[in-house]
């Protein structure tokens, strides 16, 4: 079984500061992750992954996350929020060498990032 | 590129009724879709995954009769919520891959919100 760990359900921070939002992750063997933004009412859109290769991974809007093995953790992490960053944000997973049709990614719970002017 | 479109966006039934949902991948073919459900600050639930021309996968504890799912060709998913009822009322985002090769690729819809009355 897989599962993500969010444990932060909201992450407050001013505008112009650094903004982390942390995530966790079990799976068997080795994973994908992803980071997923959601606004309100509206889907998910795609930030960034890791698949394999360099640990630091960078993304779209400016957000970068950093792949830790030892640690199973998968931190996004952006260096200057901005307001328009205020939206709930999801990790996800899913194993690397499944490749058959049911391959499935399981979100953790979700937090919601308020920048504050 | 990969863009996957959702119809309608938002619907408003009466108990009792059914209600059909669209997801469509506008510029790609989807081998596989999939049905997540989402309750107001809660991550999203995957429902069931269904590949082109067979039976879909339901996830333990989703009523397939009750929600029933058609991959009837590799641009159109649909999700029918059949005698819907209030505690239905729910976002409902549906993703779509585009190959079995890559199948960390996931592309979600914008969603559509079902309020039953």
């Known amino acids: 079984a897989q599962s993500v760990a969010q444990p932060e359900d909201q992450v407050n921070v001013a505008e112009g500061n650094p903004l982390t939002v942390k995530c966790t992750y079990s799976?068997?063997?080795?994973?994908?992750l992803f980071w997923y933004v959601q606004y309100p009412n509206r889907g998910l859109q795609f930030l960034l992954k890791?698949?394999?290769?360099?640990?630091l991974v960078k993304g779209s809007y400016g957000f970068e996350a950093e792949f830790n093995k030892s640690q199973t953790s998968f931190h996004l992490k952006k260096p200057s929020a901005l307001v328009s960053d205020s939206a709930l944000y999801f990790c996800?997973?899913?194993?690397?060498?499944?490749?058959?049709?049911?391959?499935?990614?399981?979100f953790g719970g979700g937090t919601r990032v308020l920048v504050k002017p | 590129g990969a863009v996957v479109s959702q119809h309608p966006s938002r619907v408003i039934c009466k108990s009792g009724t059914s209600v059909k949902i669209e997801c469509r991948s506008l510029?790609?073919?989807?081998?596989?879709m999939f049905w997540y459900r989402q309750f107001p600050k809660q991550s999203l639930m995957l429902m069931a995954t269904?590949?082109?021309?067979?039976?879909?996968?339901?996830e333990q504890g989703v009523e397939k009769d009750k929600f029933l799912i058609n991959h009837a060709s590799l641009t159109l998913s649909t999700l029918t919520v059949t005698s819907a009822h209030p505690e239905d009322s729910s976002f409902y985002i549906c993703?779509?891959?585009?190959?079995?090769?890559?199948?960390?690729?996931?592309?979600f819809g914008p969603g559509t919100r079902l309020t039953v009355t």
């Open positions: 799976v068997s063997g080795n994973p994908y």
């Open positions: 269904s590949n082109e021309g067979s039976k879909a996968t339901y």
């Open positions: 510029d790609f073919q989807a081998t596989t």
């Open positions: 890791y698949i394999t290769g360099d640990n």
């Open positions: 993703s779509a891959r585009t190959s079995r090769d890559r199948p960390y690729e996931q592309y």
């Open positions: 996800a997973v899913t194993r690397r060498e499944i490749k058959a049709a049911g391959n499935k990614l399981t």
